[in-house]
């Protein structure tokens, strides 16, 4: 089994700043491309953004040139930079990790833009 384990979460102004991180430790042979999806209340859970083993990435386009996604491959972390932040991206994060094709989930962290 592989763990993601995520933080970073919290309230933030807009315009402000969050990183969020996720580190996956157990299993973690075959973990390909990593990435973060996020649920905002009433809506459905989203693509944010990924980032392949090769370090390829590809973003929503409403987070694009505000956010970004990297990795350490070394410690089998992922991690969000998210600046400019809006109102609109309150929203559940969820850590996602490829593992042998199959698609694996973080318990997700609350992001909250709000003045």
């Known amino acids: 089994q592989v763990q993601l384990v995520e933080s970073g979460g919290g309230l933030v102004q807009p315009g402000g700043s969050l990183r969020l991180s996720c580190a996956a430790s157990g299993s973690i042979l075959g973990i390909s491309a990593m990435g973060w999806y996020r649920r905002a209340p009433g809506a459905q859970r989203e693509l944010v953004a990924l980032?392949?083993?090769?370090?390829?990435?590809n973003y929503a386009d409403s987070v694009k040139g505000r956010f970004t996604i990297s990795r350490d491959n070394a410690k089998n972390t992922v991690y969000l930079q998210m600046n400019s932040l809006k109102p609109e991206d309150t929203a559940v994060y969820y850590c996602?990790?490829?593992?042998?094709?199959?698609?694996?989930w973080g318990q997700g962290t609350q992001v909250t833009v709000s003045s």
């Open positions: 996602y990790v490829r593992k042998w094709g199959t698609a694996k």
């Open positions: 980032i392949s083993s090769g370090s390829s990435t």
